[in-house]
């Protein structure tokens, strides 16, 4: 019996793939599971091959899992495209369309894995259906539940609730399909595995991707104007807000394109508004001039990157982590930012709210630091806690302050209220021009340096206030890890494992990439004599960032690759192994 199971399913345009593979999480969650998909695909419009990935279980999942194994091929050459993204076990189960005219000796499977192969008439079975050949997938998820114990009631109330828009007949017609599978196995399987999924029920889940929990948490943080221009893989951001934001009586605009976005988003901020965008790595580049003109404008706005394989149109589809130094230095002169970096699909909706309070009280752009393996993958996730939603004010001037107002007075915080139109005697010029106290243009080399001095002591407040560092493992390890973003989860399961195995190892994943976390970063770091850093970037951006800013330990150990796979638990794990017993130092 097996509690937690990696699945994975490959196949073309049309076969179902994403589909099939919702449907196995919306029931996992439905059945109080906790589960984790990751969609792969290419960066066509329309078809084209895709494959998913699926990892379920009864305790939380905190990464997509190794190798897998269950093994589903549509066909086998649509799985050779995706053969270093859905690895199997030894000993794995295998299922493929019988239709598919690959002989043995060239299915795409390493011998030495000797995997469990079914030969299933997927495609036969669904034609008797259908008449035609589409219903493939349902038919899968018959073959599924009946040989490895997926719940078939849970399957079936998704299949109902996903179809039954289109009427009564389409709902029959796939539930049909899906019990012609189960019966396929029940009189034709003899079984030559012993792979069966077990699991307690709990309370049900729910299922979401992290670009949408990104969205709610700008919903829920009061986020009232929202600008985009569409781009992979922020879109889904941009196409719920545009569904959501009239709902709670806000305004979305679809801009001409990212320039644009930012400047509406910063006019409708200076007037009043909690205002967002998002973007990937090209459309951040485009934004970095007017990032300068909120970071001296002192005009609050949060820039959400969700990161793909770059530079230029790069991988739209694949993830990254390379947009880091874009984030932390892009524009020009010096503009302090906050860098925030969600870890998970559930802390997108707890960064998304805090993002708009740093905003909103600390008056300057923050940018969420997310990735595509984050935004666009599902995760089934405990239900939001209302009493965690967090609304932030922006200091407004007072009555007494209004007599004179100085919008950007040179106090100790750095923080000075902020007005918006409407407010009588809070009237004040914000431009990209530098200003005295009273936002009177100036070419006083003395005043820009007070003003430079007001605008980064924001920071200096800011960073005792939102250490935002996760830490794991044992507190008395001399071995560390330290990743950021989307890899926490694959480095705190490594960390685990590494600890089952006896070996101590402390880990460290910072939220608040910018400004530094000082003192959490001294406090890790001190016992430590040998560092690991993990990153999804060729030239090493976040070591650089680290040894620009921390003193690191003189061993270090550097993890690094391009984007396009995320890393594997077993990836970080046997790195950390072997740096135990010795390894190559950069």
Same mark, same amino acid.
């Given at each position: 019996m097996r509690t937690d199971l990696t699945l994975g399913i490959a196949g073309s345009g049309g076969d179902g793939v994403i589909v099939a593979g919702d449907f196995l999480v919306w029931a996992a969650a439905s059945e109080g599971l906790y589960s984790f998909m990751l969609k792969s695909f290419g960066s066509q419009i329309r078809g084209g091959e895709s494959?998913?990935?699926?990892?379920?279980?009864?305790?939380?999942?905190?990464?997509?899992?190794?190798?897998?194994?269950?093994?589903?091929?549509?066909?086998?050459?649509?799985?050779?495209?995706?053969?270093?993204?859905?690895?199997?076990?030894?000993?794995a189960v295998v299922l493929c369309d019988s239709a598919d005219p690959t002989p043995d000796e060239d299915i795409p499977l390493p011998r030495s894995a000797h995997p469990v192969l079914y030969k299933i008439p997927l495609q036969q079975i669904a034609a008797s259906r259908t008449g035609r050949g589409p219903g493939k997938n349902m038919v899968m998820l018959g073959v599924l539940s009946e040989m490895f114990g997926f719940h078939a009631d849970a399957i079936q109330a998704a299949l109902r609730?996903?179809?039954?828009?289109?009427?009564?007949?389409?709902?029959?017609?796939?539930?049909?399909?899906?019990? !012609?599978?189960?019966?396929? /196995?029940?009189?034709? $399987? #003899? @079984?030559?595995?012993?792979?069966?999924?077990?699991?307690?029920?709990? *309370?049900?889940?729910?299922?979401?991707?992290?670009?949408?929990?990104?969205?709610?948490?700008?919903?829920?943080?009061?986020?009232?104007?929202?600008?985009?221009y569409p781009i992979t893989p922020a879109s889904e951001i941009i196409e719920y807000l545009a569904r959501l934001m009239p709902l709670y009586d806000g305004v979305w605009v679809q801009a001409e394109d990212e320039i644009a976005a930012l400047g509406m988003?910063?006019?409708?901020?200076?007037?009043?508004?909690?205002?967002?965008?998002?973007?990937?790595?090209?459309?951040?580049?485009?934004?970095?001039?007017?990032?300068?003109?909120?970071?001296? !404008?002192?005009?609050?706005? /949060?820039?959400?990157? $969700? #990161? @793909?394989?770059?530079?230029?149109?790069?991988?739209?589809?694949?993830? *990254?982590?390379?947009?880091?130094?874009?984030?932390?230095?892009?524009?020009?002169?010096?503009?302090?930012?906050?860098?925030?970096?969600?870890?998970?699909v559930e802390d997108c909706f707890t960064v998304a709210m805090d993002a708009v309070c740093i905003a909103e009280e600390y008056q300057l752009p923050v940018i969420i630091l997310s990735d595509q393996f984050i935004g666009q993958r599902k995760e089934s996730v405990p239900k939001f806690d209302a009493n965690r939603i967090k609304v932030c004010e922006r200091p407004v001037p007072g009555p007494g302050e209004l007599s004179n107002f100085k919008r950007y007075l040179l106090n100790e915080s750095g923080i000075s209220p902020m007005s918006f139109p409407g407010i009588k005697h809070g009237e004040y010029t914000a431009a990209g021009i530098e200003h005295d106290e009273y936002g009177n243009p100036t070419s006083s080399p003395q005043m820009h340096e007070q003003m430079n001095a007001k605008r980064f002591r924001k920071l200096e407040t800011l960073r005792r206030r939102w250490p935002y560092v996760r830490r794991y493992g044992s507190s008395g390890a001399e071995?560390?890890?330290?990743?950021?973003?989307?890899?926490?989860?694959?480095?705190?399961?490594?960390?685990?494992?590494?600890?089952?195995?006896?070996?101590?190892?402390?880990?460290?994943?910072?939220?608040?990439?910018?400004?530094?976390?000082?003192?959490?970063?001294?406090?890790?770091?001190?016992?430590?004599?040998?560092v690991i850093v993990v990153e999804m970037s060729y030239s090493a951006q976040f070591l650089k960032y680290l040894k620009s800013s921390y003193r690191l330990p003189d061993d270090v150990v550097l993890l690094k690759r391009s984007g396009g796979i995320p890393f594997t638990v077993e990836e970080i794990y046997r790195k950390i192994e072997q740096e135990v017993t010795g390894g190559v130092r950069v």
């Open positions: 494959s998913c990935k699926i990892r379920v279980g009864e305790d939380p999942i905190l990464s997509q899992g190794d190798k897998l194994d269950v093994l589903v091929a549509f066909n086998w050459k649509d799985y050779a495209k995706f053969r270093s993204e859905l690895e199997i076990k030894e000993g609730k996903r179809f039954q828009k289109k009427g009564d007949a389409v709902v029959d017609l796939n539930l049909g399909l899906f019990e !012609a599978g189960a019966a396929y /196995v029940r009189e034709h $399987v #003899q @079984r030559r595995d012993q792979l069966i999924f077990s699991y307690r029920r709990a *309370e049900p889940k729910m299922v979401i991707s992290g670009n949408e929990a990104l969205a709610l948490g700008a919903i829920a943080a009061g986020v009232g104007f929202f600008a985009g988003a910063l006019g409708a901020s200076y007037s009043g508004k909690r205002a967002m965008t998002a973007t990937s790595g090209p459309g951040l580049s485009l934004m970095n001039e007017m990032i300068g003109l909120a970071s001296l !404008a002192e005009i609050p706005v /949060v820039i959400v990157d $969700v #990161q @793909r394989v770059g530079p230029s149109t790069g991988m739209p589809t694949k993830s *990254e982590q390379s947009d880091l130094q874009q984030a932390l230095y892009g524009t020009h002169g010096d503009a302090p930012r906050v860098v925030l970096a969600p870890a998970d071995v560390g890890v330290i990743g950021w973003g989307s890899s926490k989860g694959a480095i705190k399961e490594a960390i685990l494992r590494a600890e089952e195995h006896g070996i101590k190892v402390a880990g460290l994943v910072p939220q608040l990439i910018y400004p530094p976390a000082y003192e959490d970063f001294e406090a890790f770091l001190k016992p430590l004599k040998k």
